[in-house]
């Protein structure tokens, strides 16, 4: 006799292929970011659109809506209740979206991505302007599909990242801690800095380093891996959660930090309980944040940690300059207006951070047009950091976000700075 499969078994493993299909995807995306040629860039983007399309079409599959339509939610266990909730609230998104557009952008991105690596390297913003103007048109397409008539372009981006949020209630809590964070920062000013590291630092010796951090804080890398790339990044889940950093060789605490920030985003992923299903996933980018920025600032910005980090940092560079786990502390949390944002202390870099929201908010609004983001941004940041900018790879080409068209993203690093000091 024919095993008889349930509406919501028949629902479940639809969305178990699909998610498998997304990781897919996300490995390519991880390769574009580490190993691919470079000549592989054009055949990418096309390997990303097509399984963007094929992706969009399970997304938007009508039986979705037809299995959910006949479950009845009350009956569901705690779990499973979440993963139709999920599937209904993921079916209502994608089927706003042409697939046309979803194809389109997925193409954008991976091309996108690789224009700005260049620019950012030969320090052009001109270089990737054209780029980041149609990833810009394709996203307020989006937006304005998934927002509906009358609705707010902003908002339908901002709920990919944080579900529920609304621009008109981010505001005016992001705005509100400008003011303490500039006059604690002119407190801290007045004070005399700390020594910092100097020197050259071995390349292979901080990432033998970071890796060795990394096992310390509980990453298994027999469910992921460390590799080098222009931005560090987190990718993954559960069995299969990698990271990337940079190494700087004038600055070992960049890569220290930066690794232990996305060892942060891959420890909560590796905690999934299971990598496809809907109830397992992150609940938000705030949420997701918090943990990294809960194991960068609360724990390993500490002096309980820098103890324990000082003689591993000597074994590794030798003599650090600084004499005492004490000085590497004051190192460690030194207050100081530096340009890139992955490497800013926690004074500043909330006002990274709003600088970037607001921007982000005016070119999908329509308010602030491409040929003037880069004037825009060197602007904001004399404003804010008191200091010029001297070029582009400092400025406005440093984070990767824009070019895959995370536009929602950047304010989810603040939720998720105020998440984490609530768990402290």
Not at 172 to 195: D, F, N, V
Not at 213 to 225: F, K
Not at 323 to 328: C, D, E, I, Q, T
Request: aromatic share 8%.
């Amino acid at each position: 006799m024919p095993v008889h499969v349930t509406v919501l078994e028949q629902l479940l493993q639809h969305l178990k292929q699909t998610s498998a299909l997304g990781q897919a995807a996300g490995i390519l995306s991880w390769d574009q970011e580490t190993m691919m040629p470079t000549k592989g860039a054009a055949q990418r983007a096309e390997q990303s659109g097509a399984l963007a399309a094929a992706l969009h079409a399970r997304e938007t599959d009508p039986r979705i809506g037809d299995w959910i339509e006949k479950i009845d939610l009350e009956a569901l266990s705690p779990i499973n209740r979440c993963n139709v909730e999920q599937a209904a609230r993921g079916y209502a998104r994608a089927t706003k979206v042409p697939a046309r557009l979803a194809e389109e952008l997925a193409t954008a991105a991976s091309s996108s991505q690789v224009t700005w690596a260049g620019a950012r390297a030969s320090k052009s913003f001109s270089a990737f302007a054209p780029a980041l103007r149609r990833m810009i048109e394709l996203k307020r397409e989006e937006a304005a599909c998934i927002a509906g008539s009358g609705g707010n372009l902003y908002d339908a981006l901002l709920d990919e990242f944080e579900p529920g949020a609304k621009l008109a209630e981010l505001d005016p809590m992001l705005k509100s801690l400008r003011p303490g964070l500039t006059e604690l920062r002119e407190q801290i000013a007045e004070k005399p800095a700390p020594a910092i590291l100097t020197g050259k630092f071995d390349k292979d010796a901080q990432i033998d380093l970071v890796t060795k951090t990394a096992l310390g804080l509980g990453y298994d890398l027999e469910a992921g891996r460390i590799d080098l790339s222009v931005h560090p990044l987190s990718s993954g889940t559960a069995g299969d959660a990698r990271i990337t950093t940079r190494v700087d060789p004038d600055n070992p605490l960049d890569c220290l930090y930066s690794t232990i920030h996305e060892v942060g985003h891959a420890l909560y992923s590796q905690g999934a309980p299971d990598p496809f299903m809907p109830y397992a996933a992150y609940c938000s980018m705030g949420v997701h944040e918090s943990q990294s920025r809960f194991w960068e600032n609360q724990i390993c910005r500490s002096q309980a940690y820098v103890d324990l980090l000082y003689p591993e940092m000597q074994e590794a560079f030798g003599d650090l300059g600084l004499g005492s786990s004490r000085a590497l502390y004051a190192a460690v949390n030194r207050v100081h207006s530096g340009f890139i944002r992955t490497e800013a202390d926690e004074i500043h870099y909330n006002l990274h951070i709003l600088m970037r929201f607001d921007l982000e908010v005016d070119l999908v609004m329509g308010r602030l047009e491409v040929d003037d983001l880069e004037e825009a941004w060197n602007a904001r940041f004399e404003q804010d950091f008191g200091a010029q900018v001297p070029d582009a790879s400092l400025g406005v080409l440093q984070d990767v976000h824009w070019s895959v068209g995370l536009f929602g993203y950047f304010p989810t690093y603040s939720i998720g700075n105020i998440y984490a000091a609530c768990l402290d």
